[in-house]
């Protein structure tokens, strides 16, 4: 077995991690110069810059009028929290789980919540649980991409106009790549250092009338965290969603925020930040079907992510390997990929089967994902001859 020859080309830019994701480009540190540091949060330019970020936000993502948009403290995490803890509760509730966030969202209902009238509706890696089993009588919470899996809901039909529960959606590496139909969520969730590239600590909250409604007649039973509370004196704190955080903001990863919303509209908004990761998931599409040893882990192409395109090595010199084997096999490619220069950070999550991960969202550029096709087929090549060699020594 011949050692193969290193490709000619390397991306511009090797950064393809899912998350801090790779800033927008032609980004630069100048672009920021505007950040109202060390002022307060509260003075009058600082809560302008932050509902400036507010109606960027609902300007490119096409956010309906109907529903508030707010800042909220740590990242997507800390919005879905707030959501879970301000909102279930009031009846029951179906929690959909298909990898590893959905699963978290989960544990967090039944062990942490506790609550008694929850029904876990999962599937394994690569696929989504049968969505029929959903009862829209009940509050559901769901991812709509599987950050970890790169398997999607392909759209929001399965959600009923005429619901009676709430649906909590953490959308978080899908907004500015997928098409979301807000007029069926109402609970959407994401953070700045996804599709966008901008900085972390920061969650989104979006809320349908109904939610606020929720918020307004339903007071848990469990004791809520300050950075959870929305309402004072059974009335939504109308001033988060006006620019009033709960809790002091990074006014530079505003700034940062601001840059990257502005950007998405100089290039066409929406429509053109989908068709960016569109484009990119094509590239490895194409990819896929002419290497052999690689397939998607998502087994439906209809559910197959745009931006966290997970994949595994399907190869039966690998694949009929022990799990632990496999997983050495991908992070020895991973290794020799960033030893090299040309991707970093593209080995499966921790609790994924083992594979590869590479984020395709819009900030990446396409030419970056078509210089590093012929790496991948470089690295597997080259962990094939190790293996090789270690199975003949």
Avoid at 276 to 284: C, E, P, Q, S
Avoid at 345 to 365: F, K, N, Q, S
Wanted: proline content about 5%; hydrophobic content about 40%; overall charge negative.
């Amino acid at each position: 077995m011949n050692t193969k020859v290193q490709p000619g080309t390397r991306p511009a830019n090797p950064r393809f991690s899912s998350g801090p994701c790779t800033k927008r480009p032609g980004w630069s540190l100048k672009n920021l110069e505007n950040a109202t540091l060390g002022r307060s949060h509260r003075a009058a330019e600082g809560k302008a810059r932050l509902k400036q970020a507010i109606d960027l936000t609902r300007e490119v993502l096409q956010v309906p009028d109907t529903h508030r948009i707010g800042i909220v403290p740590a990242s997507d995490t800390g919005a879905v929290e707030m959501a879970m803890w301000s909102l279930l509760g009031e009846r029951g509730v179906d929690l959909l789980a298909w990898e590893s966030f959905g699963a978290g969202w989960v544990s967090d209902a039944l062990k942490q919540l506790k609550l008694d009238d929850a029904r876990e509706i999962s599937a394994p890696y690569g696929q989504l649980p049968d969505l029929a089993q959903v009862d829209f009588d009940r509050d559901v919470v769901f991812t709509w991409n599987g950050t970890t899996s790169g398997v999607r809901v392909p759209n929001a039909d399965f959600i009923p106009a005429d619901r009676k529960g709430l649906t909590i959606c953490d959308a978080t590496s899908a907004v500015f790549a997928q098409q979301l139909d807000f007029e069926k969520l109402d609970v959407v969730t994401f953070s700045w250092q996804k599709v966008l590239g901008g900085e972390a600590a920061h969650g989104m909250l979006i809320l349908s009338p109904r939610a606020v409604e929720r918020l307004e007649t339903y007071t848990p039973v469990w004791p809520l965290p300050k950075i959870f509370r929305l309402t004072k004196g059974g009335k939504l704190i109308e001033g988060i969603f006006e620019g009033a955080t709960i809790n002091t903001p990074s006014m530079l990863c505003v700034e940062d925020y601001i840059d990257a919303l502005n950007w998405s509209k100089s290039i066409g908004g929406l429509d053109a930040l989908i068709a960016r990761a569109n484009k990119n998931l094509g590239v490895i599409e194409k990819f896929v079907t002419g290497a052999g040893w690689i397939d998607f882990l998502a087994e439906k192409a209809e559910t197959r992510s745009n931006t966290s395109v997970c994949l595994s090595i399907v190869d039966e010199r690998v694949a009929s390997l022990e799990d632990a084997d496999q997983a050495a096999f991908a992070k020895g490619m991973t290794k020799l990929l960033e030893n090299e220069g040309v991707a970093l950070d593209i080995g499966a999550y921790r609790d994924a089967p083992p594979g590869l991960r590479i984020w395709t969202g819009a900030t990446v550029e396409q030419s970056d994902l078509e210089a590093l096709m012929p790496w991948l087929e470089w690295a597997f090549e080259t962990q094939l001859q190790s293996l090789h060699n270690d199975q003949a020594a």
